[in-house]
């Protein structure tokens, strides 16, 4: 019986996928690509303040987006270069706050 079950562990697992044909969707999903939507101006509301525009980063930044937590690896590791490294002994400069509650 341990001889039979081992042959067909072998086959399905090895023999079969090299017999078997590619599969092909039938009905394959469409995908509109979508136009690049120009970035929308900040608008204010009761509870935002501006305060002054953000200073430019530097021209030899590179930076990544973090669309997930921790980050675009998951790993809170971040590739960026040529940002601070120490905080400015005055403390950083506010650009915008929102009033809670």
């Known amino acids: 019986m341990h001889a039979l079950s081992s042959f067909f562990f072998v086959y399905f697992l090895f023999l079969l996928p090299l017999t078997a044909e590619p ?26 303040t501006f305060h002054q525009a953000p200073k430019p980063l530097s021209k030899a930044a590179i930076t990544n ?11 809170a590791t971040s590739l960026e270069t040529h940002l601070l490294h120490e905080w400015p002994a005055t403390g950083l400069t506010k650009v915008w706050e929102i009033k809670k509650g």
Do not use: C, I
């Not at 092909?24 to 120009?38: C, G, N």
């Not at 669309?67 to 998951?74: I, T, V």
């Open 65 to 75: 987006e973090w669309m997930h937590f921790l980050g675009p690896n998951y790993d």
């Open 23 to 48: 599969w092909l969707d039938p009905a394959p999903p469409k995908v509109t690509m979508l136009k690049e939507q120009p970035t929308p101006a900040p608008q204010s509301f009761d509870r935002l």
